[in-house]
């Protein structure tokens, strides 16, 4: 079974530059979530899908991110105009779906550095 | 205080030595999650359990509902096992992912 694919794996950016990251989760799963992790912390939940549905978004800074999943599937997540404290990993994960219990498959994340 | 609590934040080993890490909870949960992420790597899902206890390998993942506590232990711990080991809690309904800190666990030849 092919993982969770995102690209690209690194990319480093001035401050106020827009980025986006892309995600493919593994096929079939119905939830896709979006995290980052800042160095020495846990990662913490941007944003979750259910199909092309958002089921949380209550972390996501929404004056400068935004993410889609618009067929259900592949999903982007955009910064736009990135600020220093954005430099973080961010890690795509996806599970069967809501009420399955399923455990998280995570993306090996993309690694961001403002500068 | 974080919703999920892990001790140690840092394990130093020798190889071969029986390691045990621990998380607590606060919440009610729907399962909790073991998860191992490598330097520079990402997160790989150990085990997801909700009671009792699962094994796969060196690894044995143990969890007491009526506690709100978990402990994941490695046996005849190899350097290869250097990680940062990460609990996770899934709530009901939306099942969103709480994390601990992470324990970062070295494991010396």
């Known amino acids: 079974e092919a993982g969770v694919a995102q690209s690209p794996r690194y990319k480093i950016i001035e401050k106020r530059q827009s980025v986006a990251f892309w995600c493919n989760p593994i096929?079939?799963?119905?939830?896709l979530y979006w995290y980052q992790q800042i160095l020495g912390q846990g990662p913490k939940l941007l944003i979750q899908?259910?199909?092309?549905?958002?089921?949380?978004d209550s972390q996501l800074p929404k004056d400068r991110f935004s993410a889609e999943r618009l067929k259900g599937v592949d999903s982007t997540l955009k910064i736009q105009p990135a600020k220093l404290e954005d430099s973080a990993v961010y890690l795509c994960?996806?599970?069967?779906?809501?009420?399955?219990?399923?455990?998280?498959?995570f993306g090996n994340g993309t690694r961001l550095t403002v500068t | 205080k974080n919703e999920v609590e892990q001790s140690p934040q840092n394990l130093t080993a020798q190889e071969g030595e029986f390691i045990t890490i621990n998380c607590s909870y606060s919440v009610g949960i729907s399962a909790l999650h073991w998860l191992q992420q490598h330097p520079g790597g990402g997160i790989v899902s150990l085990f997801m359990?909700?009671?009792g206890k699962k094994k796969h390998g060196r690894l044995i993942a143990t969890i007491n509902i009526q506690e709100k506590h978990s402990s994941l232990h490695i046996t005849a711990s190899h350097p290869r096992d250097s990680a940062v080991y990460i609990c996770a809690v899934s709530n009901f309904g939306n099942e969103k992912l709480t994390f601990g800190t992470g324990t970062r666990l070295t494991i010396i030849p």
């Open positions: 096929s079939g799963h119905a939830t």
């Open positions: 994960a996806s599970s069967l779906g809501l009420g399955r219990n399923s455990p998280l498959h």
């Open positions: 359990l909700s009671s």
């Open positions: 899908f259910q199909n092309n549905g958002v089921v949380d």
